[in-house]
């Protein structure tokens, strides 16, 4: 069965560094979503993109977020100066379209940021 | 108020019996209703969907919504231990929305 797949599964870095996370949708997908959960909370929506733009964001998603689809099959996260309080765990997740009400989204694994 | 709510539990069952777990949601104008199940430090894997008033089930799953309520429900038959885990109400809003947002999750302990 396609997956959504994440990567690093782990991140280390030091407050006020940038970070990307890489995500590689399923193919047939078009709709594309970053959620975070951060430890004991419940999953976050940050933002959705669609045909290269941003469809909605969360008022979590501020300036220091922004996202990429660099070429046909990676989706990236980037935050430009991390801030303890962005540790989390961050999901990736991608449907097929986005605006049907039938539609679920499908999760990758996840990345475990830490911000030391 | 919060936009999807649970009881965080947990909740226990003996293996075998039926365990129900509840939502409910403040948007009116909410669409379609998702329960997703999350092992502990793992993603969140859909489990069911529902979009209509009444029942849909799905092998040892039922899950239940009522609009007028504003209340949606999962019923997990036959419990079996590997079924403990948070389970997770999701929201898709009005039509044109993309968010999909969850509630706390309610944990299940199904003892063997």
């Known amino acids: 069965e396609p997956e959504v797949t994440q990567t690093p599964s782990h991140q280390v870095t030091q407050m006020g560094q940038e970070v990307i996370l890489r995500c590689v949708p399923i193919?047939?997908?078009?709709?594309f979503y970053w959620y975070r959960q951060i430890l004991g909370q419940k999953v976050e929506f940050l933002v959705s993109f669609y045909n290269n733009e941003i469809s909605e964001k969360s008022e979590i998603f501020d300036d220091q977020f922004s996202v990429e689809r660099p070429d046909g099959s990676n989706f990236t996260l980037k935050i430009r100066s991390t801030k303890l309080e962005d540790s989390a765990m961050y999901f990736c997740?991608?449907?097929?379209?986005?605006?049907?009400?039938?539609?679920?989204?499908?999760f990758g694994d996840g990345t475990r940021l830490s911000i030391l | 108020q919060k936009e999807v709510e649970q009881n965080s539990g947990p909740l226990s069952v003996p293996e075998g019996a039926i365990a129900s777990l509840n939502c409910t949601y403040s948007d009116r104008g909410s669409q379609s209703f998702f329960w997703y199940r999350q092992y502990s430090g793992k993603s969140p894997e859909l489990i069911m969907f529902?979009?209509?008033?009444g029942d849909k089930e799905d092998g040892r799953f039922t899950a239940q919504l009522n609009k007028a309520s504003q209340y949606v429900s999962l019923l997990i038959r036959d419990s079996q231990p590997s079924d403990s885990a948070t389970y997770l109400c999701?929201?898709?809003?009005?039509?044109?929305?993309?968010?999909?947002?969850f509630g706390a999750g309610t944990r299940l302990f199904v003892k063997a």
């Open positions: 529902i979009y209509s008033n």
């Open positions: 997740a991608s449907s097929v379209r986005g605006q049907g009400i039938m539609e679920p989204q499908h």
């Open positions: 999701a929201v898709k809003g009005r039509t044109g929305g993309f968010k999909t947002i």
């Open positions: 193919s047939n997908h078009l709709y």
